[in-house]
């Protein structure tokens, strides 16, 4: 008896113990069941509003006379006088005498040139009444047969043609002293003096420099892309130039906008455009009244005013990509959607075509976007479009 217990009593064990964890698994709880959310994403979107948007050009340049002109000698001699006025830095008018050449061999020229004219007319006086005793001592005389040199018709023209050229070298002779003294040709600034006194100088050659003060010239380049922004009537383009003093506030200057010169530049390919500064030293104003001066070598920003574009959407860049944006239906589904963009700066892309009033565009470019995507939208409205109605946007052309 003893054995069979022992022989059996660890199948018997087993069975007990599967029969305990069997009843264990048939009786445990049954787990709860989780309904498994529809996560929705959230979305941040503006909505599409349409105005009328402004934008200046920004260019460059350099401030430059519209004339300058090289002093040059037109009669040669020794300098013998300097004005004060001749002299670097120095403001001058139109007609002003700067320097004297020596005059004296002038002079005589002149003298000379007179008595010879008061010859030829002497001897111009004495053929006419030469002529005139011909022509009595002729009467007698059939007139088929009266002769040109009997009459001293020709000899008369000689001396006719010798007061013209004794007139023409008194003419001449006259300018030469009037060249003696070198003046300047318009209202200026003297920005260079290559003589002194004493100095023997020749026909043609350079005494100074002298830059005309009524109009400086600025050339400011831009890309063709951006000229195409602009409109050619000059009185419909407003372009203010800006330069910045050491430690002092920027200066700013209304210039008239001329034109262009024409072509694209082979090297740069760019177009320059051409701006004008009437009175860039303000000489025309007394001095308690004289400012902001232009002065010429200042270099200068220019903001040059372009042609508004209408119904206009001004979106931040990144919202852009590949010409396309995100938008968000009545639905709440995503879309992609092509635009055409007019024109971009650093910061911002605007809009001409490809969207309606009150559409909802995606501030942000969702990651692994699908067309459909159901979202949440929330309407985000930045604080500048509050003062959006600003039709002035300053954009950096950046020759896109």
């Known amino acids: 008896m003893g054995v069979i217990i022992r022989r059996y009593l660890p199948v018997v064990i087993l069975l007990l113990f599967a029969g305990l ?75 002003q005498v700067l320097a004297y050449l020596d005059d ?10 007179q008595a010879t004219l008061a010859q030829a ?25 009266q002769s040109a040199l009997g009459l001293r018709i020709p000899q008369r023209k000689q001396e006719q043609a010798n007061v013209k050229f004794a007139q023409a070298a008194l003419a001449r002779a006259q300018r030469n002293v009037t060249r003696t003294s070198i003046t300047a040709p318009f209202d200026g600034l003297i920005t260079e003096k290559t003589v002194n006194i004493g ?20 050339r400011l380049p831009v890309t063709p892309q951006a000229f195409s922004f602009l409109d050619t009537n000059a009185l419909n383009t ?29 090297q740069s390919r760019m177009v320059y455009l051409i701006v004008d500064v009437i009175d860039p030293y303000q000489l025309q104003l007394s001095r308690s009244q004289r400012t902001d001066i232009l002065k010429f070598g ?16 001004k979106l931040q860049r990144h919202m852009v990509r590949n010409d396309h944006v995100v938008l968000v ?19 911002h892309a605007y809009i001409s075509a490809g969207l309606d009033e009150g559409e909802l565009v995606s501030r942000t470019w969702p990651d692994n976007h699908l067309d459909g995507t159901k979202v949440t939208p929330i309407l985000n409205i930045p604080s500048s479009s509050v003062a959006q109605t600003q039709a002035h946007s300053k954009a950096t052309e950046n020759g896109e």
């Open 298 to 313: 200042t270099f200068v920003t220019a903001n040059v005013a372009a042609k508004p574009i209408d119904n206009a959407i």
């Open 199 to 218: 100095t023997h100088v020749n026909v043609g050659e350079q005494l100074g420099r002298i830059f005309g003060t009524d109009i400086a010239r600025i």
């Open 121 to 145: 007319k002497a001897k111009l006086e004495q053929e006419i009444a030469h002529g005139i005793v011909a022509k009595k001592n002729l009467q007698h005389v059939a007139v088929a047969k």
């Open 238 to 266: 407003h372009v203010i130039l800006a330069s910045e003093r050491l430690g002092q506030p920027y200066q700013h200057w209304q210039a008239d906008f001329i034109g262009t010169e024409g072509i694209i530049d082979q």
């Open 104 to 113: 004296d061999d002038y002079h005589a020229d002149l003298a000379q040139a």
């Open 21 to 95: 964890s069997a009843g264990l698994l048939l009786n445990r709880p049954q787990p709860q069941q989780k309904l498994i959310e529809n996560i929705v994403p959230v979305l941040d979107v503006m909505q599409v509003k349409k105005q009328q948007l402004r934008f200046s050009i920004h260019s460059y340049g350099m401030v430059k006379p519209k004339h300058q002109a090289e002093l040059v000698a037109q009669v040669s001699g020794i300098v013998n006088r300097l004005t004060p006025a001749f002299a670097v830095g120095q403001f001058v008018q139109k007609g």
């Open 329 to 347: 239906d009545s639905n709440g589904l995503t879309q992609m959607r092509k635009v055409v963009i007019a024109r971009t700066d650093l910061d």
